[in-house]
């Protein structure tokens, strides 16, 4: 979405350059989404110069994402290339499925920063923007709230099945994560669950959602071939009837379901964050869809795993066999050997 100016400055028609700038930006780009906005700036050099106003894209990501109003984030914005627009297009895209081809800096910035938001039918209900720095060897998880630190919802708690398919189409999650010193952005959630909604009603009457994004990021064959970048929202009922926030996370898992370290997770996300783009619409299926087929090919990878153990086990076997059969064969063959040797050692001895 970051487009360059048009090459041809006459493209203007009349109509529009009779229009005053200001009944352009206020009345006409405002009503625009993302997408009809980065289309009009193609249109002419005057209309790339209007959508490329700072604050016309500061407002956008505001609204689209209230955690980019934080005083942090907005210093970390204006540092991109063309600040707000250049995050929006970062943020906005889709990571692609292929491995980033550019190279990467193994001793990379150990921190990033998570920008989270959660919508309920288009209102927003809670944002949350945290730091992260790990380059050790523990499981690498981003938690968001503190165990006594609900966020109360408005939803009334779901007590049939009509309510919680509500729910799971209603509660879109966006999970920004925000390389300050590289200047580059990704977001890890499908927007909307991949899963239908875990109720636990025996136990505490939580609610847990889970939100997906999968991408390339090794070799072919190998247990990081795809990543899966998983984030957790755990809802609580309250006395009053109504969930709250309780939990939100994130964590990496290679094709095995093994959580990834932090140095290794940070290292995929920064590959990540430098790798292709897809397309903007149709998030939520696109995400089902890689969720779908990282669930295949994880179940395939373990099958084949399962399978070659007893296969590796009997290779062991014959391989000790052999050799044992090769000693006592050579034994065999050459008792005399065998006999001379011990004679000489007693001569020697004597």
């Not at 979405?1 to 109509?15: R, T």
């Not at 350059?17 to 352009?24: K, L």
């Not at 943020?91 to 692609?96: E, K, L, S, Y």
């Not at 709250?244 to 964590?251: A, E, T």
């Given at each position: ?15 529009i ?40 894209w ?50 990379c ?38 165990p ?34 590289g ?5 890890v ?151 001379k ?10």
């Open positions: 979405m970051d487009m360059d100016p048009p090459s041809l400055a006459g493209a203007s028609s009349s109509s350059s009779a229009v005053h700038p200001d009944i352009i930006e206020t009345h006409i780009l405002t009503r625009l989404d993302p997408t009809a906005l980065a289309s009009a700036s193609c249109a002419s050099s005057r209309l790339y110069s209007l959508t490329s106003n700072e604050t016309l500061t407002n956008i990501c505001n609204s689209t994402w209230p955690s980019t109003n934080h005083p942090r984030l907005r210093h970390v914005i204006s540092s991109f290339p063309k600040g707000p627009r250049s995050f929006f297009s970062h943020a906005f895209t889709n990571p692609d499925m292929a491995t980033s081809s550019s190279p990467i800096n193994l001793d910035p150990p921190g990033l920063i998570s920008a989270v938001d959660i919508h309920f039918q288009e209102r927003h209900i809670f944002s949350k923007v945290v730091e992260t720095e790990t380059t050790d060897s523990s499981p690498f998880r981003v938690d968001l709230l503190e006594k630190d609900p966020v109360p919802t408005g939803i009334p708690h779901p007590v049939n099945e009509e309510m919680y398919s509500e729910i799971r189409e209603g509660l879109k999650l966006s999970w920004i994560l925000i390389d300050p010193i200047r580059r952005a990704m977001n959630s499908s927007y909307k669950p991949v899963t239908a909604a875990e109720r636990r009603w025996l136990s505490t009457g939580e609610v847990h959602l889970r939100y997906a994004w999968v991408f390339s990021a090794g070799q072919e064959g190998s247990s990081l071939e795809y990543v899966k970048c998983g984030v957790t929202a755990t809802f609580s009922a309250s006395h009053t009837g109504e969930m709250h926030v309780s939990k939100v996370s994130l964590h990496l898992e290679d094709m095995f379901g093994k959580h990834l370290n932090g140095k290794d997770s940070l290292v995929i996300l920064h590959k990540g964050m430098m790798g292709k783009r897809g397309v903007v619409k149709g998030r939520e299926e696109e995400g089902r869809r890689r969720y779908d087929a990282y669930k295949k090919m994880r179940r395939i990878k373990i099958l084949l795993g399962e399978v070659r153990k007893p296969l590796k086990r009997q290779t062991t076997l014959d391989t000790l066999f052999l050799a044992f059969s090769k000693s006592l064969l050579t034994k065999l063959t050459y008792p005399s050997t065998d006999l040797k011990k004679k000489e050692k007693k001569r020697v001895t004597s």
